[in-house]
């Protein structure tokens, strides 16, 4: 295990430059319902030998968010799904907690026929998603790429009480009828509050980009149902619960100003984990997928062309 801090690579003024990379968009079926994951070619031949990465979205988002870190990894394939009733995906029959995920990701990888050279890579909610993958099925996976991953249980420490303000607004809208309920959890002026407390970025074009994403993916879930038995998981599970049983190497994308999992909470997880590199993003919270793709890419590729010359 390595504890090290990222240099500080200046973020570019403003919002980031358009999406390049055309996907081929894969369907397939889980539990009788239909799912989608873009597939994105190598743009070159650079990374020859190079293994297909899998990667996870976090809670209330899609696969938007995590194009940036994909367009900054040119020399790899890279797959990304939409989470069951997020997206383009369609809702499950069941709970959609942390084992229905799970699961999920299981049926994705065969149905995809990706073998176990696959590297998984999960941010926030998906890092603990990706995490009990990686520990229930070892053989599936080669190595485990978590980025902000959530190192700590949401009710604990300073920040228990943000959480246990987001678990009454969840249970409100819950607990309110269907119309109403769903208003609440698709308020713009609450995800433009949530965006605002996450966004760490003092470029004010980057901040305005950040908003942007939010306010068109945000709530962008297939019902009620979906989003609270999702945020029931997110607060109830954490990648912790499972870091001894991680066999695989392990990379740790931290941030230093994360409001959700705390340095000293990153430190610990990487110390319970076997094999485990950890690295810690200066200037940056919870977004790193939006505010630091670039360094964070390099990471990952570096990380893994040691492990696959």
């Given at each position: 295990?390595?504890?090290t801090?990222?240099r500080?690579?200046?973020?570019?003024?403003g919002a980031?430059?358009?999406f390049?990379?055309?996907?081929?968009v894969h369907?397939?079926?889980?539990?009788?319902?239909q799912?989608?994951?873009?597939?994105f070619?190598?743009?070159n031949d650079?990374?020859a030998?190079?293994?297909?990465?899998?990667?996870?979205?976090?809670?209330?988002g899609?696969?938007?968010?995590?194009l940036?870190?994909?367009?900054?990894l040119?020399?790899?394939r890279?797959?990304v799904?939409?989470?069951?009733?997020?997206?383009?995906?369609?809702?499950?029959?069941?709970p959609?907690d942390?084992?229905?995920y799970?699961?999920?990701?299981?049926?994705?990888l065969?149905?995809?026929?990706?073998?176990?050279?696959t590297v998984?890579?999960?941010?926030?909610?998906?890092?603990?998603i990706?995490a009990h993958?990686?520990a229930e099925s070892?053989e599936?996976?080669?190595?485990l790429?978590?980025?902000n991953?959530?190192?700590?249980?949401?009710l604990?420490?300073?920040?228990?009480?943000?959480s246990?303000?987001a678990e009454?607004?969840y249970?409100l809208a819950?607990?309110l009828p269907?119309?109403p309920?769903m208003?609440?959890?698709?308020?713009p002026?609450?995800v433009?509050g949530?965006?605002?407390?996450?966004?760490?970025?003092?470029d004010?074009?980057?901040r305005?980009?950040?908003?942007a994403?939010?306010d068109?993916?945000?709530?962008?879930f297939a019902?009620r149902?979906?989003?609270?038995d999702a945020?029931?998981?997110s607060?109830?599970?954490?990648v912790?619960?499972?870091?001894?049983r991680?066999?695989m190497p392990v990379l740790?994308?931290?941030a230093?100003?994360d409001?959700?999992?705390s340095?000293?909470?990153?430190?610990?997880l990487?110390?319970?984990v076997?094999?485990?590199e950890l690295h810690?993003?200066p200037?940056?919270?919870?977004l790193?997928?939006?505010e630091k793709?670039?360094?964070a890419?390099?990471?990952?590729?570096?990380?893994?062309s040691?492990?696959?010359?």
């Open positions: 295990m390595s504890g801090a990222a500080r690579t200046p973020t570019p003024s980031p430059a358009p390049t990379r055309t996907p081929t369907s397939f079926r889980v539990d009788g319902t799912q989608v994951c873009r597939d070619a190598p743009v650079d990374g030998g190079l293994p297909p990465i899998f990667m996870v979205h976090g809670f209330r899609d696969h938007h968010g995590l940036r870190i994909v367009e900054a040119p020399r790899h890279v797959l799904p939409d989470l069951p009733g997020f997206g383009a995906g369609a809702a499950l029959p069941r959609h942390v084992p229905a799970t699961a999920f990701v299981r049926d994705a065969a149905a995809l026929g990706l073998g176990p050279d998984l890579l999960g941010h926030s909610f998906g890092s603990i990706a993958l990686a070892p599936l996976i080669s190595e790429i978590l980025v991953p959530i190192c700590e249980p949401a604990e420490g300073p920040k228990g009480i943000t246990k303000a009454l607004y249970r819950a607990a269907e119309k309920g208003g609440l959890l698709r308020s002026v609450i433009r949530m965006s605002m407390l996450m966004a760490k970025t003092r004010p074009g980057l305005r980009w950040i908003h994403q939010h068109a993916y945000f709530s962008a019902s149902r979906v989003v609270l945020f029931r998981a607060i109830s599970d954490t912790r619960d499972v870091a001894a991680l066999s740790l994308i931290a230093e100003l409001d959700i999992g340095v000293k909470g990153q430190r610990r990487a110390e319970l076997p094999d485990s810690v993003l200037g940056v919270g919870h790193v997928h939006y793709p670039a360094e890419a390099e990471m990952i590729d570096d990380f893994l040691r492990r696959h010359p």
